[in-house]
């Protein structure tokens, strides 16, 4: 009861605007200023009654933190300044020496890593001082995002471990699970030269972004023990500034995790694929974190009754509200594009945060260097009640249109229409569902078909298909492989190859890429990928989680697929423009029961089509479809791929195969 009559009194003043209006700190130079000659140490921390910064001569001494200081070189007490900000400035290059703050509040004194910091050593208990010209590999500063893949996203989601931890995968030992195994060229299954993985394969399938599940320090793996068999996602941030050790060869010098993962970047921009950055700002690991050891309680959202706010299901809910935590969101993402070189943000259950701060985010990265270009896009949901002060709006899908056009959602309608509620394992959807159900999935797909821009959309307005990403699958919950098979056959054997599923397989995916918006999809799911059943597999072993390459031969025939529609929609008209005025060019065909037929006709393109027209069939039957009167040339009927050149011609009518989607185009 006292902790929760506390936590509301900190809720009071933090809220108050004499308490904004005397601490809103505007500049971006907080952390460790290093410089040959001098380091600055700024700190905001506006309830501290003292702040003393601790110089170390190693990253971590499991026996000094907080009890006997055997390896502390230096403790000196910091000056206040206005507006909340302690600092203090030391001579000398202090280039690879860590650190701590002891941040004194209501007369406890609690050590924490710096929350502004750049470098950190093991588990992120102690930060480090930062020469960042020094963990520049050669060639950085001529690196830059790929050309034009903002024109053609296409974004395949990655966990860095899960894709090169296959001992079949070609990379090296020492670079397995690694940022470095980004940086092997040639890599084949053995190395025998004949099955593509890795770096190679992505290359040949032909995304154009790499979406990587987080890759700033987070906790809930132990960085002091590499050779214990470890995995998580990494939705447990610690240091936001700070990439994770367990990905680099050595946790414990700061310096190395910056330079590889610097390297990756490299290597993925060096492919033409863009980098995409999955961010954790909704909650934090929990609260013996940086944030809450430095200004207790600001960073968090409190109740009514003086508990912390658990929308996130993790334990607590961040304030994106409060002001200094809004421009922490914005100063971390600028820092991560502008010295990083990052492509895009991921924002994990952006319905916690309010619809302000999200559009401020979207403002600051404009004003980087073709910042516009930076794509934006998170999940509109929470996965329970929050908090919120000041009268915020939550970024939730109902709200998108408050949003900038420039930031995107997960469009779960799509995704629970094609294959079934992701929640309701057995439930089924338009490609996989029987006669009568696919029918009531048909003004849902026809929707997505628009990004939701259709005039009869009444529970989502975007404002265009920028702001829609599509797909039917991702890291939580079935992969596709496993929800069609538990879905659809009576035993679930996983391991099975079905040729019945493939073709749902490949259907799901023909509507994704025949879509307005940006299609996503998860890394493997062009190859059947499965995790044997399990749908939340967020801790669970390599051997669950790892892409098995040898899959990409065993189901080449899918494979191959993805990578056609990859390329074929690139030649498409109409159905890659973003911008609102593009779903006029779309006209849906008269079409018997669940089948849909559209239009797609765009005059003033490059495109190497200027019409085509598309039909899904979702039974398990051919069905005939009429044609309109021009000569159409099929490119693909949903189960061949054609040549994109001019192919065989059709007039009149089509054949429609089962769970297929076909697709035609013609010059006229």
Excluded at 325 to 336: K, Q
Excluded at 415 to 433: A, P, T, W
Excluded at 452 to 467: F, G, R, T, V
Aim: hydrophobic letters at 35%.
């Amino acid at each position: 009861m006292q902790n929760a009559k506390m936590q509301l009194k900190r809720k009071e003043l933090f809220a108050s605007r004499e308490f904004v209006a005397q601490y809103d700190y505007v500049k971006d130079d907080l952390g460790a200023g290093y410089e040959p000659e001098q380091t600055t140490f700024k700190v905001w921390a506006p309830t501290a009654e003292k702040v003393t910064l601790n110089l170390y001569s190693s990253d971590f001494d499991e026996n000094s933190m907080e009890k006997e200081e055997s390896d502390l070189k230096q403790s000196i007490l910091m000056n206040q300044e206005e507006r909340g900000v302690w600092s203090t400035q030391v001579s000398g290059d202090l280039d690879g020496v860590y650190y701590t703050y002891s941040v004194q509040v209501e007369g406890i004194s609690k050590e924490t890593a710096d929350p502004y910091a750049r470098a950190c050593g093991v588990n992120g208990k102690r930060s480090m001082v930062v020469d960042m010209k020094r963990t520049e590999p050669a060639g950085w500063e001529q690196d830059k995002r790929p050309e034009k893949i903002n024109e053609h996203p296409v974004i395949y989601e990655l966990h860095i471990k899960d894709f090169s931890s296959d001992v079949h995968s070609g990379i090296k030992q020492e670079w397995r699970g690694k940022y470095l195994a980004f940086t092997q060229n040639d890599t084949s299954y053995d190395n025998e030269g004949k099955i593509p993985t890795c770096l190679e394969y992505l290359k040949a399938l032909g995304i154009t972004y790499v979406h990587l599940l987080p890759t700033f320090d987070y906790g809930s793996v132990d960085e002091s023990n590499p050779q214990k068999d470890q995995f998580n996602w990494g939705y447990d941030p610690v240091n936001y500034n700070v990439p994770e050790g367990s990905y680099a060869t050595n946790a414990s010098d700061g310096h190395v995790r910056i330079k590889e993962f610097k390297e990756m970047v490299m290597a993925l921009h060096k492919a033409g694929i863009g980098v995409i950055m999955d961010v954790v700002f909704n909650h934090t690991y929990n609260l013996d974190v940086p944030l809450q050891k430095t200004v207790p309680d600001y960073y968090y959202r409190i109740d009514e009754e003086g508990n912390y706010s658990n929308g996130s299901e993790c334990g607590n809910d961040t304030a994106s509200e409060r002001i200094m935590f809004r421009r922490y969101m914005a100063d971390s993402v600028c820092y991560w594009a502008k010295n990083y070189h990052i492509d895009g943000f991921r924002f994990d259950l952006m319905g916690l945060h309010d619809v302000e701060t999200m559009n401020y985010l979207r403002e600051r990265l404009n004003e980087l260097p073709d910042g516009e270009k930076i794509l934006m896009y998170g999940e509109p949901w929470a996965a329970g009640k929050t908090s919120m002060e000041e009268n915020a709006v939550p970024a939730l899908a109902k709200n998108i249109h408050m949003l900038d056009s420039g930031i995107a959602m997960f469009c779960d309608k799509i995704r629970d229409g094609i294959k079934g509620d992701v929640f309701k394992l057995y439930e089924r959807g338009y490609v996989n569902g029987n006669a009568k159900e696919v029918l009531k999935f048909k003004e849902d797909i026809c929707s997505g078909v628009c990004a939701w821009c259709n005039e009869h959309e009444k529970e989502i307005h975007p404002k265009a298909p920028s702001q829609i990403i599509n797909y039917v699958s991702a890291h939580d919950n079935l992969t596709l492989w496993d929800k069609l098979v538990i879905s659809v056959k009576d035993s679930a054997d996983y391991k099975q190859k079905y040729s019945d599923l493939i073709q749902m397989n490949k259907m799901a995916a023909g509507i994704v890429f025949t879509s307005l918006g940006i299609p996503f999809f998860q890394a493997g799911e062009e190859f059947a990928r499965t995790k044997g059943g399990n749908e939340n597999s967020y801790n669970l072993p390599s051997s669950i989680n790892q892409l098995d390459w040898k899959r990409t031969e065993e189901y080449k025939e899918l494979m191959e697929y993805y990578r056609y529609m990859i390329a074929l929609r690139k030649d498409l008209p109409l159905v890659e423009r973003l911008d609102a005025d593009a779903v006029s060019g779309i006209t849906f065909l008269d079409t018997e029961d669940a089948v849909i037929g559209f239009m797609m006709e765009e005059n003033n393109t490059s495109k190497k089509w200027k019409k085509a027209l598309v039909f899904y069939n979702p039974y398990d039957e051919e069905k005939m479809a009429s044609l309109p009167t021009e000569k159409w040339y099929l490119l693909t009927d949903g189960v061949r791929k054609m040549n994109m050149d001019k192919s065989e011609s059709i007039e009149k009518s089509v054949c429609l195969k089962p769970r297929s989607v076909t697709v035609m185009a013609t010059f006229d």
